[in-house]
């Protein structure tokens, strides 16, 4: 993959929910610079530029990063863990999208660093009013420093 800008980096390896998120973000015109990968694995490839993703640049961050707790290959919890613990790309937000209303699953990722939790909604237009304000919220209303 040639390194482009991405905006959001959706983590999720349920194709149903991964394809819900992105016709809310479609809905909502906040799709541009979407990029999809469906384990923890590809998420950490992704982020530090390794495997199917060296030719990225690290520097060229997504803006924020919609991350499943539960996925194959590596728990969403210990990609948090890498992301907030590198100097290079602890500034990246990271929205925990779970299933886990679990209160332990909360305090693990607050303690790491996440920078929200939103329980996904089992109804499409509450679970696309949540995208909305997610979306819109990082890409458009939150500032970032400047690197």
């Given at each position: 993959m040639?390194?482009?800008?991405?905006n959001i980096l959706l983590v999720e390896d349920n194709p149903y929910h991964a394809e819900l998120t992105l016709k809310a973000l479609t809905m909502h015109h906040l799709n541009e610079n979407f990029?999809?990968?469906?384990n923890g694995e590809d998420a950490t490839d992704f982020i530090f530029c390794r495997g199917a993703f060296a030719s990225r640049s690290i520097e060229n961050a997504p803006k924020v990063v919609f991350?499943?707790?539960k996925l194959p290959k590596k728990s969403g919890l210990d990609v948090l863990k890498e992301i907030k613990?590198?100097?290079?790309?602890?500034s990246i937000p990271v929205?925990?999208?779970?299933t886990s209303r679990e209160e332990k699953d909360i305090?693990?990722?607050?303690?790491l660093g996440m920078n929200g939790y939103v329980v996904k909604p089992d109804d499409f237009e509450k679970f696309s009013e949540a995208i909305k304000n997610?979306?819109?919220?990082?890409l458009v209303l939150n500032q970032l420093p400047k690197k």
């Open positions: 040639a390194d482009q800008k991405v990029v999809w990968v469906k991350l499943d707790l613990t590198d100097e290079r790309t602890k929205v925990i999208l779970s305090i693990e990722g607050n303690n997610i979306g819109y919220y990082w």
